[in-house]
């Protein structure tokens, strides 16, 4: 059992900037994929971001692409998510996920990530 607890979220306006963290309880040898993902209302959820634990690899959704960065602190089981140049658009829950090595099958979808977080609110204002 993985409890991934996020913060970090909060209110900006337009262009600002936020770091998301998602502390796990525990990195194990079964870890293979960490993943951000975000909910909009009235929207479905989607990817924002992911990385292979083993190498550092990375995906980064086109609508991110260039202003968010993910990025893992291995000793300390924490997930990060940079987000610079915040737009409105970028208003969501955003939720820190954790997939295995035996589900992980690509970083851009859910059914990669077996366990997830309560959720973290950004809200970006014009």
């Known amino acids: 059992q993985v409890q991934l607890v996020e913060s970090g979220g909060g209110s900006v306006q337009t262009g600002g900037s936020l770091r998301l963290s998602c502390a796990a309880s525990a990195y194990t040898y079964s870890t293979f994929c960490m993943g951000w993902f975000r909910q909009a209302p009235g929207k479905e959820r989607e990817v924002v971001a992911g990385?292979?634990?083993?190498?550092?690899?990375?995906f980064v959704a086109d609508s991110v692409k260039g202003r968010f960065t993910i990025s893992q602190d291995n000793a300390n089981n924490t997930l990060y998510l940079q987000m610079n140049s915040l737009k409105p658009e970028d208003t969501a829950m955003y939720y820190c996920a954790h997939g295995s090595r035996r589900i992980c099958l690509g970083l851009r979808f859910a059914s990669s990530y077996n366990y997830w977080g309560q959720g973290t609110q950004v809200t970006v204002s014009s």
């Open positions: 990385i292979y634990t083993p190498t550092g690899n990375t």
